[in-house]
């Protein structure tokens, strides 16, 4: 692995797209685990109960239980000092339920923005701006 810090944080989130686009719940949270500070600060529109490491793990359960099929294409990356910014575009299918909205079967596509800051290594600290209106207007939640 790289010395210059920028090159290391960048590869230590992409362990994490990595381990999303596995679909394996098992194989995100030991990921999690293995980069993310237990108490790590959460900043995005996920309201899930549960703070630090948890609270992310709890986001990834439950876009794999409506979304099996879910995938990050990393788009942009932007590295420097203690943070990487990442732009994504997240597909999949809607198979389970979400927000209160039963499996419609429809396919899904948005975007998403995260600022990551690391600390002694790990992630300390995400910022996330979620296209959460494209996904539900896409469910048919909000009309056209």
Known sequence: ??????????????????????????????TIDEVIEPDFLFHAPVPMGATGAQALKNVWAVLLRAFPDVHVTVEDVIAEGDKVVFRNTVTGTHQGEYRGLPPTG???????????????????????????????????????
């Open 106 to 144: 429809k396919s899904v596509t948005y975007n998403e923005i995260f600022i990551v800051r690391f600390a002694n290594s790990r992630i300390a600290e995400i910022w996330g701006v979620v296209d959460v209106f494209a996904q539900l207007k896409q469910l048919g939640a909000i009309p056209t």
């Open 1 to 30: 692995m790289s010395t210059d810090p920028a090159t290391s944080n960048k590869a230590a989130f992409s362990r994490i797209h990595d381990a999303v686009n596995s679909g394996d719940a098992e194989v995100i949270a030991r």
